[in-house]
């Protein structure tokens, strides 16, 4: 399925007095890869503000198991990929690497959802629309720089 892949520096500002990264850092990164996915699956926030039916794809469950920190000035590689494609939401798979060595693994089940009748702040899920589902199915890598 739809794969993606984007390296970035680990910069002082990432990390704690010692050098090392701080482990929120990841989380961004995970946030950030799958809001890349979602645009070019053709769900990004210009797409949603076009359909009054779609209000997001938020995440209901992120989790995420570090191996090995890197330190300032490492380029890391993350390779995000849906794994998963249900009816109305997916799983995303986050691997962090340097240099081919495993750093991180995180995971994301993301909602296609609507607001309800009821209240436009309270949303719901529904069926991910054929289109977007084609293009997360795709079997293809999109390099990020």
Same mark, same amino acid.
């Given at each position: 399925?739809?794969?993606?892949?984007?390296?970035?520096?680990?910069?002082?500002?990432?990390?704690?007095?010692?050098?090392?990264?701080?482990?929120?850092?990841?989380?961004?990164?995970?946030?950030?890869?799958?809001?890349?996915?979602?645009?070019?699956?053709?769900?990004?926030?210009?797409?949603?503000?076009?359909?009054?039916?779609?209000?997001?794809?938020?995440?209901?469950?992120?989790?995420?198991?570090?191996?090995? %920190?890197?330190?300032? =000035?490492?380029? $890391?590689? /993350?390779?995000?990929?849906?794994?998963?494609?249900?009816?109305?939401? @997916? !799983?995303?798979?986050?691997?962090?690497?340097?240099?081919?060595? %495993?750093?991180?693994? =995180?995971?994301? $089940?993301? /909602?296609?959802?609507?607001?309800?009748?009821?209240?436009?702040?309270? @949303? !719901?899920?529904?069926?991910?629309?054929?289109?977007?589902?084609?293009?997360?199915?795709?079997?293809?890598? $999109?390099?990020?720089?």
């Amino acid at each position: 399925m739809l794969t993606a892949r984007q390296n970035h520096r680990v910069e002082w500002g990432h990390c704690d007095p010692t050098g090392a990264i701080q482990t929120t850092q990841f989380h961004f990164w995970i946030e950030q890869a799958s809001h890349r996915l979602c645009e070019v699956a053709g769900f990004g926030h210009a797409d949603i503000e076009k359909d009054p039916q779609l209000k997001g794809f938020p995440a209901v469950s992120v989790e995420a198991e570090l191996i090995s %920190l890197p330190k300032y =000035g490492d380029i $890391i590689t /993350v390779t995000s990929r849906v794994v998963r494609l249900g009816n109305s939401s @997916l !799983q995303i798979e986050h691997v962090f690497e340097l240099d081919s060595h %495993l750093l991180a693994k =995180g995971y994301e $089940i993301k /909602v296609c959802a609507t607001g309800s009748e009821q209240n436009q702040h309270e @949303l !719901q899920a529904i069926p991910i629309p054929e289109h977007i589902r084609k293009n997360f199915a795709d079997q293809r890598l $999109i390099e990020f720089s």
